[in-house]
């Protein structure tokens, strides 16, 4: 069953968590705190990222992790290449797993955007003939209204890029 998570690519994914800045992160930090999630609400929403495939999203980020921050070390650190390559497969042994802290962030995410009846209900939904149909069409309807946006702003692209020129012609200064 595809999902709507399955359109986004999880390098991109891995990319955006890997290479947030210090600056980034402590932002992140000071993020306001996700109020305590039933067990209930938790199961519920974890059902329906499930059924989303949404762990694809984030299936790579520790191994991107790894190999970002090991590029990124390598670059001031060139003598200590073979090194840096062992020490990374014995980091990414010991953080394997790790990213599904992610899914578990994610389902509280949703708990506080949803009641408890509400993620029971949009279980019940996701479970259903139109839900199902929804998982399968939704990535590919995504798919090519990502593309038809990407096609309209090139070609609006170019019309302002005209309009600036005609301007810039106007005050004796072409571009």
């Known amino acids: 069953m595809k999902s709507v998570f399955r359109i986004l690519p999880a390098a991109g994914v891995v990319l955006a968590l890997a290479s947030a800045s210090p600056a980034a992160a402590q932002a992140q930090a000071q ?3 996700l109020k305590p999630a039933s067990a209930a609400c938790m199961a519920g929403a974890r059902e329906i ?3 989303k495939n949404a762990a694809a999203m984030y299936a790579n980020a520790v191994p991107g992790i790894v190999q970002q ?3 990124a070390l390598l670059q001031s650190n060139l003598n200590y290449q073979k090194d840096l390559d062992e020490v990374a497969v014995m980091v990414a042994q010991t953080y394997a797993g790790k990213e599904k802290e992610i899914g578990e962030k994610m389902a509280q995410i949703y708990c506080n955007e949803f009641s408890d009846a509400e993620i029971a209900n949009l279980v019940t939904f996701y479970k259903s003939p139109i839900g199902q149909k ?3 069409a939704e990535p590919k309807a995504i ?4 593309q ?4 309209w702003a090139a070609e609006f692209s170019d019309t302002v890029t005209a309009q600036f ?3 810039m012609r106007k005050r004796n200064k072409p571009i």
């Open 31 to 33: 993020a306001p705190a």
């Open 49 to 51: 990222l499930a059924m």
């Open 69 to 71: 921050t090991k590029q």
């Open 134 to 136: 929804l998982l399968a």
């Open 143 to 146: 798919q090519m209204s990502m």
């Open 148 to 151: 038809s946006m990407n096609q």
């Open 165 to 167: 020129r005609a301007e």
